[in-house]
Nanobody, 115 residues
């Protein structure tokens, strides 16, 4: 049974930082790509960042230079360090694990950036 559990969201002022964590179970984490997505009210879910099993990363243009995705295979955990946050980063952030042709999702964690 695949489970993804996110934590680390919250309310922060513009310019501040947050670090999201996602602990995965039920997958062979060290060989699995992982990703972070977000969904703002009234908008479609969008890719924020992803990381391959060997550490290659990819970012949405809107977060390049501000967000960093990383992984700790010993802890089955993927992180999203978010710096210089903007009000437009406000959204529910979801951890994603594509596994055996299926996309698994966490329950989401709310990030709210006040101006």
């Amino acid at each position: 049974q695949v489970q993804l559990v996110e934590s680390g969201g919250g309310l922060v002022q513009a310019g501040g930082s947050l670090r999201l964590s996602c602990v995965a179970s039920g997958i062979i984490f060290r060989i699995n790509p992982m990703g972070w997505y977000r969904q703002a009210p009234g908008k479609q879910r969008e890719l924020v960042a992803r990381i391959t099993s060997d550490g290659n990363t990819d970012y949405a243009e809107s977060v390049k230079g501000r967000f960093t995705i990383s992984r700790d295979n010993a802890k089955n955990t993927v992180y999203l360090q978010m710096n210089s946050l903007k009000p437009e980063d406000t959204a529910v952030y979801y951890c994603n694990a594509p596994y055996w042709g299926y996309d698994y999702w966490g329950q989401g964690t709310q990030v709210t950036v006040s101006s």
